[in-house]
Antibody, heavy 125, light 107 residues
Framework: EVQLVESGGGLVQPGGSLRLSCAAS????????MTWVRQAPGKGLEWVAN????????NYVDSVKGRFIISRDNAKNSLSLQMNSLRSEDTAVYYC??????????????????WGQGTTVTVSS | AIQMTQSPSSVSASVGDRVTITCRAS??????LGWYQQKPGKAPRLLIS???SLQSGVPSRFSGSGSGTDFTLTISSLQPEDFATYYC?????????FGQGTKVEVK
């Protein structure tokens, strides 16, 4: 069964750090880009970051650049998100997701086809 | 960043109704758009990629169309399990951006 399981969420004070993990199973992890998406309480989805299959390329939303670091360990089928200098606005459920690259009519498209159940991060004093 | 604007923000509908949700991009994104369904307390689910390509296992009552800046998700005959919030997501450029969501509610 294809599965993603996040862990590492919790309560942290403003300015603190937290490291999220996502354990992948049931598919060839090192063949896929991976993504983090978050959802603040009662709000919509926000794309946070993604990382190439071999870890050589990373992309971030502006609001987390310089504070968050996405990484992966393909030997352990694991994705991570190191979150530093946390702010109250980082409070959210964080989901990891698998990026599916599709070729349709000779063009590549991306979509997130497998999602974890989410882990909750609360930034509060 | 590209802004994605969905309308309406919410829609009240009955089982069997045809429901249409639109998503407009602040600049052209070709067909680089996906649609996701999310139920309360659950992770999102991919419905459609490349604007109109139905994901495996998704019922055929869901369809997507559009290219450039204007896109549509249509549910041809709403079923009880379709009451949820729907999001569009552009994968044309970084950062990826979601629409604000459209909640499909019971009328």
């Amino acid at each position: 069964e294809v599965q993603l399981v996040e862990s590492g969420g919790g309560l942290v004070q403003p300015g603190g750090s937290l490291r999220l993990s996502c354990a992948a199973s049931g598919f060839t992890f090192n063949s896929y880009w991976m993504t983090w998406v978050r959802q603040a309480p009662g709000k919509g989805l926000e794309w946070v970051a993604n990382i190439k299959d071999d870890g050589s390329e990373k992309n971030y939303v502006d609001s987390v650049k310089g504070r968050f670091i996405i990484s992966r360990d393909n030997a352990k089928n694991s994705l991570s998100l190191q979150m530093n200098s946390l702010r109250s606005e980082d409070t959210a459920v964080y989901y990891c997701a698998r990026d599916l690259s599709l070729m349709i009519l000779l063009r590549w498209y991306d979509a997130m086809d497998v999602w974890g159940q989410g882990t909750t991060v609360t930034v509060s004093s | 960043a590209i802004q994605m604007t969905q309308s309406p923000s919410s829609v009240s509908a009955s089982v069997g109704d045809r429901v249409t949700i639109t998503c407009r991009a602040s600049q052209g994104i070709r067909s680089d758009l996906g649609w996701y369904q999310q139920k309360p307390g659950k992770a999102p689910r991919l419905l459609i990629s490349a604007a109109s390509s139905l994901q495996s296992g998704v019922p055929s009552r869901f369809s997507g169309s559009g290219s450039g800046t204007d896109f549509t998700l249509t549910i041809s005959s709403l079923q009880p399990e379709d009451f949820a919030t729907y999001y569009c997501l552009q994968d044309y450029t970084y950062p990826r951006t979601f629409g604000q969501g459209t909640k499909v509610e019971v009328k």
